[in-house]
Protein backbone atom coordinates (compact mmCIF):
# COMPACT_ATOMS: atom_id res chain seq x y z
CA UNK A 1 0.00 0.00 0.00
CA UNK A 2 1.57 3.27 -1.20
CA UNK A 3 2.20 5.41 1.68
CA UNK A 4 2.21 9.41 0.44
CA UNK A 5 5.23 11.43 1.97
CA UNK A 6 6.16 14.45 2.13
CA UNK A 7 9.54 14.84 1.74
CA UNK A 8 10.91 18.44 2.34
CA UNK A 9 14.29 19.92 3.90
CA UNK A 10 13.13 22.55 6.64
CA UNK A 11 15.72 25.38 8.91
CA UNK A 12 14.77 25.37 12.34
CA UNK A 13 12.92 28.06 12.36
CA UNK A 14 10.48 26.58 9.59
CA UNK A 15 11.80 27.88 6.31
CA UNK A 16 11.93 25.60 3.11
CA UNK A 17 13.81 28.21 1.82
CA UNK A 18 15.12 32.02 2.11
CA UNK A 19 13.70 35.09 0.60
CA UNK A 20 13.65 36.02 -2.85
CA UNK A 21 13.31 32.77 -4.18
CA UNK A 22 12.99 32.32 -7.67
CA UNK A 23 13.49 30.09 -11.79
CA UNK A 24 17.40 29.22 -10.86
CA UNK A 25 17.62 30.09 -6.96
CA UNK A 26 14.79 27.70 -5.51
CA UNK A 27 16.43 27.75 -2.13
CA UNK A 28 16.46 31.68 -1.78
CA UNK A 29 18.87 33.86 0.19
CA UNK A 30 20.66 31.43 2.21
CA UNK A 31 18.40 28.77 1.78
CA UNK A 32 21.45 26.51 -0.13
CA UNK A 33 22.56 25.51 3.63
CA UNK A 34 19.17 23.60 3.27
CA UNK A 35 20.27 21.21 0.65
CA UNK A 36 24.17 20.40 2.19
CA UNK A 37 23.22 17.74 3.69
CA UNK A 38 22.67 15.91 0.32
CA UNK A 39 26.41 16.41 -0.98
CA UNK A 40 27.69 17.51 -3.85
CA UNK A 41 25.79 17.25 -7.10
CA UNK A 42 24.36 19.24 -10.00
CA UNK A 43 21.29 18.41 -12.86
CA UNK A 44 18.59 16.25 -11.25
CA UNK A 45 18.11 14.79 -7.74
CA UNK A 46 20.06 11.53 -8.85
CA UNK A 47 23.44 13.75 -8.96
CA UNK A 48 23.37 13.54 -5.28
CA UNK A 49 23.98 11.33 -2.90
CA UNK A 50 24.83 12.10 0.92
CA UNK A 51 28.13 10.71 1.85
CA UNK A 52 27.22 9.29 5.20
CA UNK A 53 25.32 6.26 6.07
CA UNK A 54 21.83 7.70 7.77
CA UNK A 55 21.80 10.40 4.83
CA UNK A 56 22.68 7.69 1.63
CA UNK A 57 19.59 6.06 3.87
CA UNK A 58 16.80 8.61 3.94
CA UNK A 59 18.19 9.35 0.31
CA UNK A 60 17.60 6.33 -0.97
CA UNK A 61 14.42 5.87 0.67
CA UNK A 62 12.99 9.18 -1.47
CA UNK A 63 14.43 7.94 -4.76
CA UNK A 64 12.57 4.58 -4.19
CA UNK A 65 9.49 5.70 -4.61
CA UNK A 66 6.96 5.11 -7.15
CA UNK A 67 5.71 8.49 -8.45
CA UNK A 68 5.87 12.25 -7.22
CA UNK A 69 3.82 15.15 -6.55
CA UNK A 70 4.66 18.52 -6.68
CA UNK A 71 3.95 22.07 -7.04
CA UNK A 72 4.33 24.11 -10.33
CA UNK A 73 6.65 27.05 -8.56
CA UNK A 74 8.84 23.90 -7.28
CA UNK A 75 8.53 22.30 -10.16
CA UNK A 76 9.63 24.84 -12.40
CA UNK A 77 12.46 26.49 -10.24
CA UNK A 78 13.61 23.36 -10.82
CA UNK A 79 13.36 23.57 -14.09
CA UNK A 80 10.96 20.38 -14.28
CA UNK A 81 13.94 18.09 -13.62
CA UNK A 82 14.02 17.85 -17.38
CA UNK A 83 10.74 16.04 -17.47
CA UNK A 84 12.89 13.24 -14.76
CA UNK A 85 13.17 13.39 -11.21
CA UNK A 86 14.12 9.51 -10.60
CA UNK A 87 13.81 6.55 -12.72
CA UNK A 88 10.91 7.75 -15.14
CA UNK A 89 8.30 7.79 -12.59
CA UNK A 90 5.26 9.84 -13.08
CA UNK A 91 5.85 13.85 -11.73
CA UNK A 92 2.46 14.57 -11.11
CA UNK A 93 2.84 19.02 -11.24
CA UNK A 94 -0.58 20.58 -9.13
CA UNK A 95 -1.03 24.09 -11.12
CA UNK A 96 -4.33 26.08 -10.74
CA UNK A 97 -3.62 27.23 -14.15
CA UNK A 98 -2.36 24.18 -16.96
CA UNK A 99 -0.08 25.51 -19.57
CA UNK A 100 -1.35 24.87 -23.01
CA UNK A 101 2.04 22.76 -23.86
CA UNK A 102 1.91 19.50 -22.03
CA UNK A 103 4.61 18.81 -19.25
CA UNK A 104 7.65 17.47 -20.14
CA UNK A 105 9.21 14.15 -20.13
CA UNK A 106 7.24 11.64 -17.48
CA UNK A 107 5.86 14.99 -15.57
CA UNK A 108 2.06 15.65 -16.02
CA UNK A 109 -0.01 18.87 -15.04
CA UNK A 110 -3.10 18.18 -12.59
CA UNK A 111 -5.38 21.09 -11.32
CA UNK A 112 -6.59 19.30 -8.30
CA UNK A 113 -4.91 17.62 -5.39
CA UNK A 114 -6.81 14.60 -5.22
CA UNK A 115 -6.63 13.45 -8.42
CA UNK A 116 -3.30 13.98 -8.42
CA UNK A 117 -3.13 11.58 -4.95
CA UNK A 118 -5.33 8.90 -6.60
CA UNK A 119 -2.85 8.76 -10.05
CA UNK A 120 0.22 9.14 -7.99
CA UNK A 121 -1.22 5.97 -6.17
CA UNK A 122 -2.16 4.10 -8.97
CA UNK A 123 1.40 4.50 -10.71
CA UNK A 124 3.89 4.15 -7.68
CA UNK A 125 2.67 0.05 -7.61
CA UNK A 126 2.65 -0.22 -4.42
CA UNK A 127 5.98 1.72 -3.80
CA UNK A 128 5.50 5.26 -1.37
CA UNK A 129 4.23 8.22 -3.44
CA UNK A 130 6.99 11.28 -2.69
CA UNK A 131 5.85 14.99 -2.15
CA UNK A 132 7.58 17.78 -2.39
CA UNK A 133 7.29 21.37 -2.54
CA UNK A 134 5.72 24.11 0.59
CA UNK A 135 2.39 24.75 -1.25
CA UNK A 136 1.45 21.03 -2.22
CA UNK A 137 2.41 19.53 1.17
CA UNK A 138 -0.09 22.68 2.76
CA UNK A 139 -2.65 21.13 0.39
CA UNK A 140 -2.44 17.32 0.95
CA UNK A 141 -2.43 18.57 4.67
CA UNK A 142 -5.54 20.37 4.19
CA UNK A 143 -7.37 17.58 2.51
CA UNK A 144 -5.70 15.11 5.14
CA UNK A 145 -4.02 13.18 2.12
CA UNK A 146 -0.24 12.51 3.94
CA UNK A 147 0.52 9.85 5.52
CA UNK A 148 4.18 10.56 6.88
CA UNK A 149 6.42 13.63 7.00
CA UNK A 150 9.75 12.75 6.68
CA UNK A 151 11.76 16.11 7.89
CA UNK A 152 15.63 16.87 7.05
CA UNK A 153 15.89 19.69 9.95
CA UNK A 154 18.81 21.79 8.96
CA UNK A 155 20.41 23.71 12.26
CA UNK A 156 19.76 27.21 10.76
CA UNK A 157 17.40 29.93 11.35
CA UNK A 158 16.93 31.30 8.33
CA UNK A 159 14.49 34.55 9.32
CA UNK A 160 12.64 34.37 6.69
CA UNK A 161 11.49 33.15 3.60
CA UNK A 162 9.12 30.48 2.72
CA UNK A 163 7.26 28.66 5.42
CA UNK A 164 6.29 24.31 5.14
CA UNK A 165 3.54 25.41 7.44
CA UNK A 166 1.81 28.24 6.46
CA UNK A 167 -1.97 28.79 5.60
CA UNK A 168 -2.88 26.20 7.46
CA UNK A 169 -6.85 25.96 9.21
CA UNK A 170 -6.54 26.06 12.91
CA UNK A 171 -7.17 22.22 14.46
CA UNK A 172 -5.01 19.26 16.06
CA UNK A 173 -2.89 17.46 13.27
CA UNK A 174 -1.35 14.76 15.68
CA UNK A 175 1.70 13.13 15.04
CA UNK A 176 3.52 10.18 15.84
CA UNK A 177 7.59 10.48 15.47
CA UNK A 178 8.76 6.93 13.86
CA UNK A 179 12.22 7.36 13.31
CA UNK A 180 14.76 10.11 14.40
CA UNK A 181 17.79 10.05 12.72
CA UNK A 182 21.45 12.10 13.16
CA UNK A 183 23.45 12.82 10.34
CA UNK A 184 26.41 15.35 9.90
CA UNK A 185 24.62 19.02 10.19
CA UNK A 186 20.76 17.43 9.63
CA UNK A 187 18.46 15.70 11.74
CA UNK A 188 15.58 13.47 9.80
CA UNK A 189 12.48 13.22 11.54
CA UNK A 190 10.36 11.04 10.08
CA UNK A 191 6.52 11.11 11.10
CA UNK A 192 3.02 9.43 10.65
CA UNK A 193 -0.11 11.19 10.84
CA UNK A 194 -2.25 9.86 13.39
CA UNK A 195 -6.05 9.49 11.79
CA UNK A 196 -7.67 7.42 14.83
CA UNK A 197 -6.85 10.69 17.49
CA UNK B 1 30.09 32.31 31.38
CA UNK B 2 26.70 32.01 31.85
CA UNK B 3 24.76 30.55 28.89
CA UNK B 4 21.29 32.60 27.85
CA UNK B 5 19.22 29.82 26.67
CA UNK B 6 15.58 30.36 25.56
CA UNK B 7 13.81 27.22 26.74
CA UNK B 8 10.39 26.73 24.72
CA UNK B 9 7.69 24.04 23.76
CA UNK B 10 6.29 24.59 19.95
CA UNK B 11 4.49 22.36 17.71
CA UNK B 12 5.93 20.67 14.97
CA UNK B 13 4.27 23.80 12.87
CA UNK B 14 6.66 26.46 15.02
CA UNK B 15 3.36 26.81 17.59
CA UNK B 16 4.48 28.43 21.27
CA UNK B 17 0.26 29.25 21.65
CA UNK B 18 -3.20 28.42 19.55
CA UNK B 19 -4.88 31.13 17.71
CA UNK B 20 -6.74 33.94 19.65
CA UNK B 21 -4.41 33.58 22.93
CA UNK B 22 -5.10 36.78 25.60
CA UNK B 23 -5.99 37.00 29.56
CA UNK B 24 -9.02 34.67 29.21
CA UNK B 25 -6.90 31.98 27.06
CA UNK B 26 -3.19 32.60 27.93
CA UNK B 27 -2.25 29.24 25.78
CA UNK B 28 -4.85 30.20 22.60
CA UNK B 29 -7.45 27.94 21.36
CA UNK B 30 -6.16 24.60 22.16
CA UNK B 31 -2.49 25.54 23.28
CA UNK B 32 -2.57 23.53 26.29
CA UNK B 33 -2.16 20.25 24.13
CA UNK B 34 2.02 21.42 24.08
CA UNK B 35 2.41 21.07 27.65
CA UNK B 36 1.35 17.61 28.20
CA UNK B 37 4.66 16.65 28.22
CA UNK B 38 5.10 18.57 31.40
CA UNK B 39 3.46 15.83 32.92
CA UNK B 40 6.78 13.78 33.01
CA UNK B 41 8.40 16.97 34.77
CA UNK B 42 8.94 15.20 37.77
CA UNK B 43 9.92 11.80 36.84
CA UNK B 44 13.01 10.26 35.81
CA UNK B 45 13.73 10.14 32.27
CA UNK B 46 14.56 13.00 29.18
CA UNK B 47 11.51 15.09 30.16
CA UNK B 48 12.58 15.45 33.99
CA UNK B 49 16.19 15.92 32.89
CA UNK B 50 15.55 19.06 30.55
CA UNK B 51 12.85 20.36 32.79
CA UNK B 52 15.68 20.04 36.14
CA UNK B 53 18.27 22.24 33.69
CA UNK B 54 15.81 25.01 33.28
CA UNK B 55 14.90 25.32 36.81
CA UNK B 56 18.74 24.92 37.39
CA UNK B 57 19.35 28.49 35.79
CA UNK B 58 20.25 31.42 37.67
CA UNK B 59 18.48 34.11 35.83
CA UNK B 60 15.36 34.33 33.90
CA UNK B 61 14.58 36.84 31.11
CA UNK B 62 10.65 37.17 30.23
CA UNK B 63 8.55 38.63 27.97
CA UNK B 64 6.01 41.36 29.20
CA UNK B 65 3.29 39.10 27.97
CA UNK B 66 4.71 35.82 29.25
CA UNK B 67 5.02 37.47 32.82
CA UNK B 68 1.01 39.29 32.69
CA UNK B 69 0.08 35.67 31.83
CA UNK B 70 1.89 33.72 34.24
CA UNK B 71 0.30 36.12 36.58
CA UNK B 72 3.99 37.68 37.52
CA UNK B 73 5.16 34.12 38.91
CA UNK B 74 4.20 35.63 42.46
CA UNK B 75 7.00 37.31 41.73
CA UNK B 76 9.98 33.99 42.25
CA UNK B 77 10.03 32.03 39.07
CA UNK B 78 12.35 29.56 40.88
CA UNK B 79 14.53 29.69 44.01
CA UNK B 80 14.30 33.61 43.93
CA UNK B 81 16.48 33.97 40.97
CA UNK B 82 16.24 37.41 39.46
CA UNK B 83 13.35 37.66 37.01
CA UNK B 84 14.47 40.68 33.90
CA UNK B 85 11.18 41.51 32.66
CA UNK B 86 11.55 43.30 28.65
CA UNK B 87 9.17 45.46 28.38
CA UNK B 88 8.40 48.88 26.14
CA UNK B 89 6.39 50.02 28.94
CA UNK B 90 7.76 49.56 32.63
CA UNK B 91 4.82 49.35 34.51
CA UNK B 92 4.49 52.15 37.91
CA UNK B 93 4.60 51.03 41.60
CA UNK B 94 7.99 48.75 42.63
CA UNK B 95 7.65 45.30 41.31
CA UNK B 96 7.00 41.91 43.30
CA UNK B 97 9.06 39.27 44.42
CA UNK B 98 13.02 38.98 42.11
CA UNK B 99 11.19 40.77 39.26
CA UNK B 100 13.43 43.65 37.86
CA UNK B 101 12.11 45.52 34.32
CA UNK B 102 14.11 46.38 31.21
CA UNK B 103 13.72 48.44 28.30
CA UNK B 104 16.46 47.03 26.25
CA UNK B 105 16.93 43.67 24.96
CA UNK B 106 21.16 43.69 25.39
CA UNK B 107 20.45 45.53 28.82
CA UNK B 108 18.73 42.58 29.59
CA UNK B 109 20.95 40.15 28.71
CA UNK B 110 23.97 41.64 30.83
CA UNK B 111 21.63 41.94 33.70
CA UNK B 112 20.57 38.20 33.47
CA UNK B 113 24.47 37.31 32.98
CA UNK B 114 26.25 39.51 35.53
CA UNK B 115 23.04 37.81 37.86
CA UNK B 116 23.41 34.30 36.82
CA UNK B 117 27.25 34.15 37.18
CA UNK B 118 28.29 31.11 36.55
CA UNK B 119 24.69 29.61 36.05
CA UNK B 120 22.70 29.75 32.95
CA UNK B 121 20.13 31.96 32.11
CA UNK B 122 16.51 31.07 31.01
CA UNK B 123 14.20 32.75 28.42
CA UNK B 124 10.47 32.32 28.26
CA UNK B 125 8.47 34.14 25.93
CA UNK B 126 8.23 34.08 22.23
CA UNK B 127 8.51 37.79 22.04
CA UNK B 128 11.49 38.01 24.87
CA UNK B 129 13.27 35.28 22.26
CA UNK B 130 13.28 36.89 19.07
CA UNK B 131 14.26 40.28 20.65
CA UNK B 132 17.07 38.88 21.92
CA UNK B 133 17.81 37.03 19.05
CA UNK B 134 17.55 40.34 17.35
CA UNK B 135 19.94 41.49 19.34
CA UNK B 136 22.36 38.49 18.86
CA UNK B 137 22.38 37.66 22.95
CA UNK B 138 20.77 34.07 22.75
CA UNK B 139 23.91 31.42 23.10
CA UNK B 140 21.40 28.49 22.88
CA UNK B 141 17.84 26.98 21.97
CA UNK B 142 16.03 24.03 23.70
CA UNK B 143 12.87 22.99 21.89
CA UNK B 144 10.35 20.92 23.13
CA UNK B 145 8.95 19.71 20.06
CA UNK B 146 5.39 18.43 20.37
CA UNK B 147 4.28 16.21 17.28
CA UNK B 148 1.40 18.08 16.54
CA UNK B 149 0.12 20.60 13.93
CA UNK B 150 -1.57 23.60 15.50
CA UNK B 151 -2.40 25.20 12.23
CA UNK B 152 -2.54 28.39 13.43
CA UNK B 153 -1.17 30.83 16.31
CA UNK B 154 1.88 32.81 17.61
CA UNK B 155 5.55 31.73 16.15
CA UNK B 156 8.45 31.24 17.76
CA UNK B 157 10.02 31.74 15.00
CA UNK B 158 8.84 35.33 13.85
CA UNK B 159 9.66 39.07 12.57
CA UNK B 160 13.37 37.92 12.19
CA UNK B 161 16.10 39.81 9.94
CA UNK B 162 16.60 37.87 6.51
CA UNK B 163 20.26 36.91 8.47
CA UNK B 164 21.12 33.15 8.57
CA UNK B 165 21.73 32.31 12.37
CA UNK B 166 23.95 28.97 11.85
CA UNK B 167 23.50 26.51 14.97
CA UNK B 168 24.96 23.25 15.85
CA UNK B 169 22.83 20.38 17.60
CA UNK B 170 24.02 19.80 21.01
CA UNK B 171 21.55 17.41 22.27
CA UNK B 172 18.73 15.41 21.04
CA UNK B 173 16.46 13.95 23.76
CA UNK B 174 13.46 11.41 22.84
CA UNK B 175 10.79 10.14 25.05
CA UNK B 176 11.03 6.89 26.15
CA UNK B 177 9.43 3.73 23.65
CA UNK B 178 6.28 3.16 25.81
CA UNK B 179 5.71 7.02 26.42
CA UNK B 180 1.62 7.38 25.64
CA UNK B 181 1.15 9.21 22.88
CA UNK B 182 -0.28 12.68 24.45
CA UNK B 183 3.14 12.83 26.55
CA UNK B 184 5.52 12.37 23.91
CA UNK B 185 7.88 15.30 22.64
CA UNK B 186 11.74 15.43 20.84
CA UNK B 187 13.92 18.04 23.42
CA UNK B 188 16.49 19.74 20.85
CA UNK B 189 19.31 21.90 22.31
CA UNK B 190 21.05 23.91 19.86
CA UNK B 191 23.86 26.04 20.17
CA UNK B 192 24.43 29.42 18.26
CA UNK B 193 27.68 29.48 16.36
CA UNK B 194 29.42 32.80 16.69
CA UNK B 195 30.80 34.23 13.30
Redesign the interface.
Known amino acids: MSRIVLDMSVSVDGFVAGPDDGPGAGLGIGGEQLHAWLGPGGAGPRSYRPTDETGALVFDEMLATGAVITGRRTFEFAGGWDGDHHDAVPVLVLTRNPPDAPAPGHARYVTDVASAVEQAKAAAGGRDVMVHGAVTAQECLKAGLLDELELHLVPVLLGQGRRLFDGLPPGYVELELLRALDGPGVQHLRYRVRREA | MASVRLDMTIS ?3 FVA ?2 DDGPDQPMG ?2 GF ?1 LFNWLDRRDDPGPSGEVFAESLATRALISGRRTYELAGHWGGDHHDGVPIIVLTHDVPDGPPPGSVRFATDPADAAAQARAAAGDGDVLVAGAGAGQAL ?1 RAGEIDE ?1 E ?1 HVV ?7 R ?3 DH ?10 VR ?1 L ?1 SPPGED ?1 AR ?1 V ?1 H ?1 R ?1 RVRRA
Request: proline residues 11%.
Open positions: LDGGPEGRLLLPVLLGQGRLFLPARPVRLDLRTHRTLY
